[in-house]
């Protein structure tokens, strides 16, 4: 089992507006803790730099942290779905 503070290989990102006009993240990890595309047994926390995020042209104001994420044995929990009540496609990006 992934222990605290344990890295991943890649992550990623495949955005998508959903019925509602939210957009929608599906991450896919790959390489070191990870399994078929998910995180591998542990306990996780995702932090999305705001630097990385791009709506409309306009940065993400504020870094997002959502720790306490807990998968074992494929069972995952904490808040699903991740959606984001905002209007337009964010894009990840380099600094």
Known sequence: MA?????????????????SGNTVAMLTF???NT???SLGDGDWMLLIEHSM????GVDMVSDYEQSNIKRLFGIS????????????????HSA
């Open 3 to 19: 222990g605290d503070n344990a890295a991943i290989g890649s992550i990623s990102v495949a955005a998508s507006t959903n019925g």
């Open 30 to 32: 790959s390489g070191a």
């Open 35 to 37: 399994e078929g595309g």
């Open 53 to 56: 995020v791009v709506s409309n």
């Open 77 to 92: 929990t904490g808040p699903a779905p991740w959606t984001a009540p905002i209007s337009g496609c964010w894009e990840p």
